[in-house]
């Protein structure tokens, strides 16, 4: 009797491993095994981390947390914080917790990911138009989850191309500006304009600034209230040839005026889905799609210097819904993983060298190691399609469109074999969604 019991429960038991092969892919349970080296090279980016943030983060200090991922930033003692939640009445912290891991994974995958919501995208997607879709129309709600879709595609089609219109590494270097009052202390403008691209944001203006925020403009990316006055944002650059891209919902009035005004720019929905709602702040979403178009990006007027004053915009005195010093340490950290550079006034020198940064190899061992222990799909995998977890033939795309590319584009596109890669919210292991040629 416990023999037949047992001989049930084995093969229960393979059965279900069987199932969850099946499920999780074969790769997967054979690269996910931690190793030693994974360890050391979790350990190597911690102590070279460090080592940068107390190099150049302007009296930061990153000390380790209770695991190999997690680290501590801390702001000297003496730091006055300025800012209060609204909702505690309570002055932000002087100490904030990371986890390098999830920090060095996602943001690398962001790099070749694209951000850019398509129509591709939402067919691709399992009940794409009833689950994804409507949240992406601002009357979503009475949509009834698109079960009119003709009616749905209508209200985005001024903003839905069918394949992504940028490719990642599409663009040398970027340059990416906030609206910080902290510009006016520097005259950055005619270096900004010597960048290849440069990414502005909601309605900040150009023109009686120039000397400090340079002229050039090629995207802006808008929370909703700078969307909704899209008529005026479009007034900001004088070409008319700025790329506009919102971040959150389309709006009907946004419809109208790209119909009626006309609107000439190019409008875009940002995708936005690999950070979720971890990532809301403006300066974030910025950088994550800088960083899926450009090689190398870097950030001028979104962070504050040590013993800043106030957190004003350099075109207009309030701000309100910042955590100006949680920002700080955050971008400290994306620029000693090497995925950004920061350009302050006290960061003034253009050819500042961002000393210890870890090395490209101490970073890839690190992602691989963080992947496994995140337990991604596809972890330690060389196949670039092993975080595809779910994969669709494209249905077609402009010809031509690859080999305009640059170079550094063109071979991400052989290495990848031209698939397009989407960020899945919330999906298990952290898959993607994956745009392969027909
Ligand atoms: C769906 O929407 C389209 C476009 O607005 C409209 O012409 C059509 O009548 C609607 N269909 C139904 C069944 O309501
Ligand atoms: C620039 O300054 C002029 C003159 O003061 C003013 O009329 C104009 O509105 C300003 N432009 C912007 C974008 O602030
Ligand atoms: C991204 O693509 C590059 C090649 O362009 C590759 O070396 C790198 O491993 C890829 N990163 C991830 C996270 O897939």
């Given at each position: 009797?416990?023999?037949?019991?047992?001989?049930?429960?084995?093969?229960?038991?393979?059965?279900?491993?069987?199932?969850?092969?099946?499920?999780?892919?074969?790769?997967?349970?054979?690269?996910?095994?931690?190793?030693?080296?994974?360890?050391?090279?979790?350990?190597?980016?911690?102590?070279?981390?460090?080592?940068?943030?107390?190099?150049?983060?302007?009296?930061?200090?990153?000390?380790?947390?209770?695991?190999?991922?997690?680290?501590?930033?801390?702001?000297?003692?003496?730091?006055?914080?300025?800012?209060?939640?609204?909702?505690?009445?309570?002055?932000?912290?002087?100490?904030?917790?990371?986890?390098?891991?999830e920090a060095v994974a996602a943001w690398e995958r962001v790099?070749?990911?694209?951000?850019?919501?398509?129509?591709?995208?939402?067919?691709?997607?399992?009940?794409?138009?009833?689950?994804y879709a409507w949240r992406r129309i601002n009357k979503g709600?009475?949509?009834?989850?698109?079960?009119?879709?003709?009616?749905?595609?209508?209200?985005?089609?001024?903003?839905?191309?069918?394949?992504?219109?940028?490719?990642?590494?599409?663009?040398?270097?970027?340059?990416?500006?906030?609206?910080?009052?902290?510009?006016?202390?520097?005259?950055?403008?005619?270096?900004?304009?010597?960048?290849?691209?440069?990414?502005?944001?909601?309605?900040?203006?150009?023109?009686?600034?120039?000397?400090?925020?340079?002229?050039?403009?090629?995207?802006?990316?808008?929370?909703?209230?700078?969307?909704?006055?899209?008529?005026?944002?479009?007034?900001?650059?004088?070409?008319?040839?700025?790329?506009?891209?919102?971040?959150?919902?389309?709006?009907?009035?946004?419809?109208?005026?790209?119909?009626?005004?006309?609107?000439?720019?190019?409008?875009?929905?940002?995708?936005?889905?690999?950070?979720?709602?971890?990532?809301?702040?403006?300066?974030?979403?910025?950088?994550?799609?800088?960083?899926?178009?450009?090689?190398?990006?870097?950030?001028?007027?979104?962070?504050?210097?040590?013993?800043?004053?106030?957190?004003?915009?350099?075109?207009?005195?309030?701000?309100?819904?910042?955590?100006?010093?949680?920002?700080?340490?955050?971008?400290?950290?994306?620029?000693?993983?090497?995925?950004?550079?920061?350009?302050?006034?006290?960061?003034?020198?253009?050819?500042?060298?961002?000393?210890?940064?870890?090395?490209?190899?101490?970073?890839?061992?690190?992602?691989?190691?963080?992947?496994?222990?995140?337990?991604?799909?596809?972890?330690?995998?060389?196949?670039?399609?092993?975080?595809?977890?779910?994969?669709?033939?494209?249905?077609?795309?402009?010809?031509?469109?690859?080999?305009?590319?640059?170079?550094?584009?063109?071979?991400?596109?052989?290495?990848?074999?031209?698939?397009?890669?989407?960020?899945?919210?919330?999906?298990?292991?952290?898959?993607?969604?994956?745009?392969?040629?027909?």
């Amino acid at each position: 009797m416990r023999l037949l019991q047992l001989g049930f429960l084995i093969a229960l038991a393979s059965g279900l491993a069987a199932i969850l092969i099946y499920i999780t892919g074969v790769s997967n349970l054979y690269y996910n095994r931690i190793s030693d080296e994974d360890y050391e090279a979790l350990e190597t980016l911690q102590g070279d981390f460090r080592k940068c943030v107390s190099a150049n983060g302007l009296g930061l200090e990153a000390v380790s947390g209770k695991d190999y991922c997690q680290v501590t930033i801390n702001f000297p003692k003496d730091t006055v914080p300025k800012w209060r939640d609204p909702t505690t009445g309570e002055l932000e912290s002087l100490s904030f917790d990371f986890n390098l891991c999830e920090a060095v994974a996602a943001w690398e995958r962001v790099r070749n990911s694209t951000t850019i919501l398509t129509k591709e995208y939402i067919d691709a997607l399992p009940s794409g138009w009833e689950e994804y879709a409507w949240r992406r129309i601002n009357k979503g709600v009475l949509l009834n989850r698109c079960e009119n879709k003709t009616l749905c595609m209508e209200k985005l089609s001024l903003v839905l191309p069918e394949t992504p219109p940028y490719f990642p590494r599409q663009f040398g270097r970027c340059a990416v500006i906030g609206n910080s009052g902290d510009l006016l202390k520097t005259k950055f403008g005619k270096e900004i304009d010597g960048y290849d691209v440069v990414i502005r944001e909601n309605g900040a203006p150009i023109q009686n600034y120039s000397d400090y925020v340079g002229k050039k403009s090629t995207l802006r990316l808008l929370n909703r209230g700078s969307a909704k006055a899209l008529d005026k944002v479009v007034e900001l650059d004088e070409t008319r040839k700025e790329v506009l891209i919102v971040k959150t919902t389309i709006h009907d009035i946004m419809s109208k005026m790209i119909r009626e005004i006309p609107i000439k720019n190019p409008v875009y929905l940002m995708l936005g889905a690999a950070f979720g709602s971890a990532a809301k702040g403006t300066g974030l979403k910025a950088l994550e799609f800088a960083l899926s178009i450009c090689d190398s990006v870097d950030m001028y007027g979104f962070t504050v210097d040590p013993g800043y004053k106030e957190w004003t915009r350099y075109f207009s005195e309030s701000r309100k819904g910042h955590t100006p010093l949680h920002g700080r340490a955050y971008y400290q950290m994306m620029e000693c993983l090497g995925l950004i550079k920061i350009h302050s006034p006290m960061r003034s020198d253009p050819n500042r060298v961002v000393k210890w940064v870890p090395s490209q190899n101490t970073i890839r061992a690190a992602r691989v190691a963080s992947q496994k222990l995140l337990g991604m799909v596809g972890a330690g995998s060389s196949n670039p399609l092993s975080s595809c977890s779910l994969i669709k033939k494209r249905v077609k795309r402009k010809p031509a469109s690859i080999s305009r590319l640059k170079k550094t584009a063109i071979k991400h596109q052989k290495y990848v074999k031209g698939t397009t890669m989407y960020p899945l919210e919330n999906s298990p292991g952290h898959g993607q969604l994956c745009m392969v040629p027909a």
